[in-house]
Structures are given as structure tokens and as C-alpha cells.
């Protein structure tokens, strides 16, 4: 198994990057892609996998439409499943404003304390992410 660096581009910017671990390319980068690719044929959105042991760099494009789910359309808290919810490790507990900053991309004030809203926040490009209020029965 070769270990593969796969970035997924779009146009002439790298939206995510990863190392993943492989029998051959191809497979690296549909792991990537969660779908099947062939080799980049001038696609806007493609794959670029880079062997480092073997100073090779490989691209690829998904072979039909983009089948994964589109976080975009994931609007409201709910939409990102249960929450996941972190604890202290050491100290005492933070003042209540030292669990939250400010996202840098939409303004948005986020709870470092569940991760969805951490990991909504991280994406390059998103929108507000709707919070909705839990009422007790």
C-alpha cells in the first residue's frame, strides 16, 4: 500500500486535502470522491494525487455528476446530525464567552463545544448555519 497525498480542486483552488493510504492512485482518489473517477479530462473539479516515493503526481475527475450530498443545502443544526459534545480535560471550567468565537467566513457566532458547528464553520464556503432551539417536554 502506498500512501497518497489527494487534493479535490476546483478551478485553481484546493478545497480539501488529505493523506490516504492505497493499493494504486485511482483508488485514492475515489476514496476521496466517495464515487468512481477517471483520469482529469480538462474538468473544472477534479483530483490531484501526488506519490511522493515515486515523484508522481496524478489527476482525475468524477465520471458522472457530483454524487455526494451538497452541505449547502444543509442549512439548520439538525441537518448535521446529534450533537457532539466535548468536555474539560483540565482546569476549571471557561467562563461561558470562552466556548464561542467568531466565524471569520460568515460573521456567525460558533460554540466550540459541539463539533458540528466547528466543522460547518470550517468549510471554505458556507452561509449561516440556523440554530434551533431545544424545548424541554
Known amino acids: 500500500m502506498t500512501k497518497y497525498q489527494v487534493e479535490e480542486?476546483?478551478?485553481?483552488?484546493?478545497v480539501s486535502s488529505g493523506i490516504v493510504v492505497e493499493n494504486d492512485p485511482m483508488k485514492a482518489a475515489e476514496v476521496t470522491a466517495g464515487q468512481r473517477v477517471s483520469p482529469?479530462?480538462?474538468q473544472h473539479h477534479c483530483f490531484r494525487v501526488v506519490d511522493e516515493e515515486h515523484a508522481a503526481v496524478y489527476e482525475y475527475s468524477f465520471v458522472g455528476p457530483d454524487g455526494r450530498p451538497d452541505p449547502a443545502?444543509?442549512?439548520?443544526l439538525s441537518d448535521l446530525g446529534q450533537p457532539t459534545l466535548g468536555h474539560i480535560h483540565q482546569g476549571a471550567a471557561p467562563d461561558e464567552q470562552d466556548n464561542f468565537y467568531t466565524c471569520q467566513i460568515c460573521g456567525q457566532p460558533v460554540d466550540m463545544r459541539d463539533l458540528r458547528q466547528v466543522m460547518w464553520h470550517e468549510q471554505p464556503r458556507h452561509e449561516h448555519l440556523?440554530?434551533?432551539?431545544?424545548k424541554d417536554s
Do not use: N, Q, S, Y
Not at 480542486?9 to 484546493?14: A, F
Not at 443545502?73 to 439548520?76: L, V
Not at 440556523?130 to 431545544?134: A, G
Open 130 to 134: 440556523k440554530l434551533e432551539v431545544v
Open 9 to 14: 480542486i476546483e478551478g485553481d483552488t484546493v
Open 73 to 76: 443545502e444543509w442549512m439548520k
Open 40 to 42: 482529469r479530462a480538462l
